[in-house]
């Protein structure tokens, strides 16, 4: 059994951002050779989330929207007022509540074990971001 480990990095743009990381994840299963096992994906922040879900442009509209008015920004919450990083972004951290940190995915034959309409997702809750990662870790063998 082999346990491999790769990170993703990348710079996000807005405040809240949907990217779809499936295809860079695709290329590194592809290229380590593992035919069957388990990947596991984790966001390296608290303030953004692993997601599996359908890419549908109005779908992501939907769902940027629905985080926006569940938890909205200008909330009165206690976090901002002394924050860690100088960041007001309680926001963030309590729609990461409902979202999950990481994603298991079974691979099979050499691929993801995905649904027709199923992405992969970086969900970026507290942006603009310079940088921002995904740990990857695989278990399998060839």
């Given at each position: 059994m082999k346990?491999?480990?790769h990170r993703l990095e990348f710079a996000t743009t807005a405040p809240i951002q949907i990217i779809d990381v499936t295809a860079q994840v695709?290329?590194?299963?592809?290229?380590?050779?593992?035919?069957d096992g388990l990947l596991t994906?984790?966001?390296?922040?608290?303030?953004?989330r692993i997601n599996v879900n359908e890419?549908?442009?109005q779908l992501e509209r939907d769902?940027?929207?629905f985080l926006k008015r569940f938890v909205p920004r200008d909330g009165d919450y206690l976090h901002n007022l002394?924050?860690?990083d100088g960041r007001d972004n309680a926001h963030s951290?309590?729609?990461?509540?409902?979202?999950?940190s990481s994603e298991t995915i079974p691979v099979a034959g050499g691929a993801l074990v995905l649904g027709e309409w199923q992405s992969i997702f970086f969900i970026e809750l507290d942006g603009p971001r310079p940088k921002r990662g995904i740990e990857l870790q695989l278990l399998g063998n060839d």
């Open positions: 346990i491999l480990r695709r290329d590194w299963l592809a290229a380590t050779g593992v035919k994906l984790i966001s390296l922040h608290t303030t953004a890419r549908e442009t769902i940027i929207t002394e924050p860690i951290h309590l729609i990461g509540l409902l979202m999950n």
